[in-house]
């Protein structure tokens, strides 16, 4: 397990995402149009100021748990790091089950662990 866990996402924590083809970072500017469209238009997104003894860590803390923790657990742990070699029925059900974890997780959380988070997951 130890190695595993040094081989998975301890290797992705060592590789910059700055060596990423071009043709990857080409999508970013994309994937920021849409995200943000997408976001105003449907009320997910909004403009408001913060007011919260927190506001001064909160960049810190939105990066450490979902950006860093989630994606280290949900790609870093569940998609074996070789996963590809293995063929391709193996590749789509590792990025199956890791996405299913994924969604299934956000509700959870809120549910069991973070009552503020449930209007976000559980409202329709």
Same mark, same amino acid.
């Given at each position: 397990?130890?190695?595993?866990?040094?081989?998975?996402? @301890?290797?992705?924590?060592?590789?910059?995402?700055?060596?990423?083809?071009?043709?990857?970072?080409?999508?970013?500017?994309? !994937?920021?149009?849409?995200?943000?469209?997408?976001?105003?238009?449907?009320?997910?997104?909004?403009?408001?100021?913060?007011?919260?003894?927190? +506001?001064?860590?909160?960049?810190? +803390?939105?990066?450490?748990?979902?950006?860093?923790?989630?994606?280290? !657990?949900?790609? @870093?742990?569940?998609?074996?790091?070789? =996963? =590809?070699?293995?063929?391709?029925?193996?590749?789509?059900?590792?990025? @199956?089950?890791?996405?299913?974890?994924?969604?299934?997780?956000?509700?959870?959380?809120?549910?069991?662990?973070? @009552?503020?988070?449930?209007?976000?997951?559980?409202?329709?």
């Amino acid at each position: 397990m130890r190695k595993y866990l040094l081989n998975n996402p @301890g290797k992705s924590l060592r590789v910059s995402p700055f060596n990423a083809p071009y043709k990857a970072w080409a999508l970013v500017p994309f !994937f920021i149009l849409l995200s943000a469209a997408v976001g105003f238009t449907s009320g997910l997104l909004k403009y408001e100021l913060i007011d919260s003894k927190m +506001t001064a860590i909160l960049p810190f +803390t939105l990066f450490v748990f979902p950006a860093l923790l989630e994606e280290l !657990f949900f790609r @870093g742990v569940l998609i074996p790091r070789n =996963v =590809v070699d293995s063929g391709r029925k193996k590749t789509f059900k590792a990025i @199956g089950l890791s996405t299913l974890a994924f969604v299934l997780w956000h509700p959870a959380n809120a549910l069991l662990l973070n @009552g503020s988070a449930i209007p976000l997951f559980l409202d329709s």
